[in-house]
T-cell receptor, first 112, second 118 residues
Framework: KQEVTQIPAALSVPEGENLVLNCSFTDSAIYNLQWFRQDPGKGLTSLLLIQSSQREQTSGRLNASLDKSSGRSTLYIAASQPGDSATYLC???????????FGKGTHLIIQP | GAGVSQSPSNKVTEKGKDVELRCDPISGHTALYWYRQSLGQGLEFLIYFQGNSAPDKSGLPSDRFSAERTGGSVSTLTIQRTQQEDSAVYLCASSLGWLSSRSYNEQFFGPGTRLTVL
């Protein structure tokens, strides 16, 4: 059974810093990996989707990488802003599975 | 519609009552998913529909849970004889479908229904 782990569980940094959120998974036979953000009391907003054949995806200040062989993905946030404060979740979809397997998230606070 | 919608946004019920949660996916999305988010468990997958068919119901927590989808669109998740451990946020997501091409796999989530069982 797939297990997804996110480190750190919480992170607080000053505005303007570049930062990296980590996601690891135990079963490397994944179809894709998706990064989301969740604001308090809200649903999930999709940030980036990386297919198993891809190594990275970029959207604005966000860059996500995928290394299937090591079972790792990272989300890089450049020039962080207070509006980036949220919980960031990674989720994988494995072969033979219908739904996503989620990590428990990284709670990010960007200090103004 | 513009996004996935869910109703009600909040539901408070008494233990033992039945509840019905509704999900309206993005227009044209053939795949629909239900998840549950609780404090202790994080986000867990419940069930998936491709069209009106749910090939695997083993993710549902107990036989008190059931789900259906009609017309390839709206889905309802029904919980019978609710228990306090059913309290959670129930999230629905949809995607274009389940194909190997990139754009079909991305899941888009609704705002969720917060269920509180007293």
């Amino acid at each position: 059974k797939q297990e997804v782990t996110q480190i750190p569980a919480a992170l607080s940094v000053p505005e303007g810093e570049n930062l990296v959120l980590n996601c690891s998974f135990t079963d490397s036979a994944i179809y894709n990996l998706q990064w989301f953000r969740q604001d308090p009391g809200k649903g999930l907003t999709s940030l980036l989707l990386i297919q198993s054949s891809q190594r990275e995806q970029t959207s604005g200040r966000l860059n996500a990488s995928l290394d299937k062989s090591s079972g790792r993905s990272t989300l890089y946030i450049a020039a962080s802003q207070p509006g980036d404060s949220a919980t960031y979740l990674c989720a994988s979809r494995e072969g033979g599975a219908d739904g996503l397997t989620f990590g428990k998230g990284t709670h990010l606070i960007i200090q103004p | 519609g513009a996004g996935v919608s869910q109703s009600p946004s909040n539901k408070v019920t008494e233990k033992g009552k039945d509840v019905e949660l509704r999900c309206d996916p993005i227009s044209g999305h053939t795949a629909l998913y239900w998840y549950r988010q609780s404090l202790g468990q994080g986000l867990e997958f419940l069930i998936y529909f491709q069209g009106n068919s749910a090939p695997d119901k083993s993710g549902l927590p107990s036989d008190r849970f059931s789900a259906e989808r009609t017309g390839g669109s709206v889905s309802t998740l029904t919980i019978q004889r609710t228990q306090q451990e059913d309290s959670a946020v129930y999230l629905c997501a949809s995607s274009l479908g389940w194909l190997s091409s990139r754009s079909y796999n991305e899941q888009f989530f609704g705002p969720g229904t917060r269920l509180t069982v007293l």
